[in-house]
């Protein structure tokens, strides 16, 4: 059973940013393709970023250019850098890893945007 474990999240001002970060126990990470997905009070979860092979990106249209994911296989994990942060972004914000046989989810961490 694979388990994900997200850290970074917290407090911020707008304009602010925050690193988030996901550490897999998996030993097929390499194969994986990540995610966070984030969440709002009342809203449905939603797709932010997603990483494969790590070079292959893609991101929501409402963060481009103000979010970046990144990867590092060495230390199974997974980055999500935050930057010009709005109030808009608060969420509670979930990594995820899917294989071709499954997908896992983290417990979330959350991001208040607030001045």
């Known amino acids: 059973q694979e388990q994900l474990v997200e850290s970074g999240g917290g407090l911020v001002q707008p304009g602010g940013s925050l690193r988030l970060s996901c550490v897999a126990t998996?030993?097929?990470?390499?194969?994986?393709?990540m995610a966070w997905y984030r969440q709002a009070p009342g809203k449905q979860r939603e797709l932010v970023a997603t990483i494969f092979d790590r070079t292959s990106t893609s991101y929501t249209d409402s963060i481009k250019g103000r979010f970046t994911i990144s990867s590092d296989n060495a230390k199974k994990t997974v980055y999500l850098q935050m930057d010009n942060l709005k109030p808009e972004d608060t969420a509670v914000y979930y990594c995820?890893?899917?294989?071709?046989?499954?997908?896992?989810w983290g417990q979330g961490t959350q991001v208040t945007v607030s001045s």
């Open positions: 995820n890893a899917r294989y071709p046989y499954g997908q896992y």
């Open positions: 998996t030993n097929n990470f390499a194969s994986a393709t």
